[in-house]
């Protein structure tokens, strides 16, 4: 009776051990071996998050994050988005701001009050005042822009001003898009009713 006494209470000291060692290896493995798996065109939620949008919860803090097709890394956050009642594929924003970071250096940093998503054609439309910052000097501002998450694009088709190296312009449209195939670097433009006032630099 002794002898089962000492194994068992050898096998439960040993197990005291042995057990948690073994998790704790399990864990490093999981840690170790674990890779993000989001790619272009795929909103890195997690379940639980989900499914609060999917019960029409308010989610806190989001943060997307990805590659556009051209190249672009492509950063949007905001305080809180909400889901449309009546469109599932539909996604409210407050406070929005992201960047798009073009290769070759460029960036597009860009602010908003208010923002729209739609997850069936990837694309943002920002509005409540937006306001572009470009790594190149320019400062852009719209009542409101359409964005999209799977290529480099932010479109105005209403009034824009801008302040940038060669002085202040007004256009009534304004594109920034990154390269199409076989081309390099981006483009950002201003069309329809452009005046600008040059400014020398002294």
Aim: no cysteine.
């Amino acid at each position: 009776m002794a002898g089962r006494d000492n194994t068992y209470s050898r096998f439960v000291y040993w197990s005291k051990i042995l057990l948690p060692m073994l998790a704790l290896g399990l864990l490093a493995t999981l840690f170790l071996f674990s890779e993000d798996r989001t790619g272009p065109g795929e909103l890195p939620f997690s379940e639980v998050e989900l499914e609060e949008l999917a019960r029409g919860e308010r989610m806190g803090a989001p943060r997307y994050a990805g590659l556009t097709e051209d190249g672009a890394a492509l950063e949007v956050r905001a305080q809180s988005i909400a889901p449309d009642a009546d469109d599932p594929g539909k996604v409210s924003a407050s406070d929005v701001a992201g960047r798009y970071a073009v290769q070759g250096g460029v960036r597009f940093e860009f602010t908003a009050a208010t923002g729209t998503l739609r997850t069936s054609t990837e694309s943002l439309a920002l509005d409540g005042g937006v306001r572009i910052d470009t790594s190149t000097g320019y400062r852009i501002t719209a009542d409101s822009m359409a964005a999209r998450l799977d290529q480099t694009r932010m479109e105005a088709t209403g009034n824009v001003a801008a302040d940038g190296p060669p002085g202040r312009l007004t256009a009534g449209r304004m594109l920034v898009a990154g390269p199409g195939p076989g081309q390099g670097g981006y483009v950002l433009v201003f069309k329809d009713g452009v005046k600008l006032v040059y400014e020398p630099k002294d």
